[in-house]
């Protein structure tokens, strides 16, 4: 996902390689969660690797009812997500850090 916060407010889709369900010790810092599936991708082809916050990705959250593709994901399956990023404000700036952003998808499918 990089330069993320070109997108934030956009209807935008984009595939990502899904690493698996949650998260670690992070969430999706002030993002709105509520009835949504919580998950980690990474770039396409990109290895996860694991993050001194214990994250081994991306965050994302995608709405429950637009999530099979997610759940029936694999690690390492590829996926289309549509939706945008949302970044965590922090003392009255967006805040940078990994936990901060988060692509929120309204919708998920398999890569073809």
């Known amino acids: ?26 969430s ?5 969660a509520d009835g949504k599936i919580q998950f980690q991708v990474t770039e396409p082809g990109r290895s996860p690797t ?15 009812g ?6 029936a994901a694999k690690p390492g399956d590829k996926i289309i997500l549509r939706g945008g990023m949302h970044f965590a404000a922090y003392e009255g700036t967006t805040y940078a850090g990994q936990g901060s952003k988060c692509f929120v998808a309204t919708s998920s499918k398999p890569a073809q």
């Open 50 to 64: 694991a993050t001194p916050l214990g994250s081994f990705g991306d965050m994302a959250l995608v709405a429950k």
């Open 1 to 26: 996902m990089s330069l993320p916060q070109d997108y934030v407010g956009c209807d935008i889709e984009v595939e990502a390689q899904f690493v698996g369900s949650g998260w670690s010790n992070q």
């Open 28 to 32: 999706c810092l002030n993002s709105p």
């Open 66 to 71: 637009g999530s099979d593709a997610v759940m």
